[in-house]
């Protein structure tokens, strides 16, 4: 079964602009969450969605917005990009319905970093 | 409100030396609590998880007990291998549907642990 994938694994951009990052989850899973992670902040939730509603938000400001496609792929997209942007974004994909066990299985992450 | 405080690291060990990285938590109901690793340039792997109290989540060696008493999660390995090397992150879930989704993780810090040999 392949897991979490996500696309690109590496992006630079400038001070401005905006950038989207994907992710697909494990084949049946509807559930996708995303992460921030960073030196100084550590491991910081952003947004999880369940069966393309978002059910659960961070602290972040609007600049940083996701959806969910019917097929459970996630994009999450940053307008306006800042120079604290610069982080490692995660994904997790989990199993869902009566009986399944929380369980986050992550992705290895989008590095972005921001001149 | 939630919160998960683990130990500073950097911890560095000798091969075969015991561990224990320390977790303690702050949580409304009663979450769930995992431990994730994560090696250099990949992504999180969950390392093992207690859904209530008095659990213990035991994988590859390593082991957790859930008390609800002391708020605590501390992990423990009996004998460290040089591939043990990596960051260990304690978290918590705040989700109280069992049977749903991941729900919200809060996640301590770290704790960078090296393993030489």
């Known amino acids: 079964k392949a897991g979490v994938t996500q696309t690109p694994r590496y992006l630079i951009k400038t001070r401005g602009q905006q950038v989207t990052l994907s992710c697909s989850p494990i084949?049946?899973?509807?559930?996708v969450s995303w992460y921030q992670q960073t030196p100084g902040q550590g491991l910081q939730f952003l947004f999880e969605?369940?069966?393309?509603?978002?059910?659960n938000k961070g602290n972040f400001p609007g600049r940083f917005s996701g959806r969910q496609f019917s097929n459970s792929r996630s994009e999450m997209n940053v307008s306006t990009l800042e120079l604290g942007d610069s982080a490692l974004y995660l994904c997790?994909?989990?199993?869902?319905?009566?009986?399944?066990?929380?369980?986050?299985?992550f992705g290895p992450g989008t590095r972005l970093t921001v001149t | 409100g939630n919160s998960v405080t683990q130990m500073e690291g950097p911890v560095t060990l000798s091969e075969e030396a015991f561990l224990t990285i320390n977790c303690t938590y702050t949580?409304?109901?009663?979450?769930?609590l995992f431990w994730y690793v994560q090696y250099p340039g990949e992504g999180l792997q969950l390392l093992l998880k207690?859904?209530?109290?008095?659990d213990k989540g035991s994988n590859k060696g390593f082991e957790a007990t859930y008390r609800k008493e002391t708020t605590s999660f501390h992990l423990e390995k009996g004998s460290v291998q040089v591939s043990d090397s990596a960051v260990y992150f304690c978290?918590?879930?705040?989700?109280?549907?069992?049977?749903?989704?991941?729900?919200?993780?809060?996640f301590g810090r770290g704790t960078q642990l090296t393993v030489w040999p």
């Open positions: 207690a859904t209530k109290a008095d």
């Open positions: 084949s049946g899973h509807r559930s």
């Open positions: 949580a409304t109901g009663y979450p769930s």
């Open positions: 997790a994909s989990s199993a869902s319905g009566p009986g399944g066990e929380p369980r986050g299985y």
């Open positions: 969605y369940f069966s393309e509603t978002q059910r």
């Open positions: 978290a918590l879930s705040d989700l109280t549907d069992r049977g749903s989704t991941l729900g919200r993780l809060y």
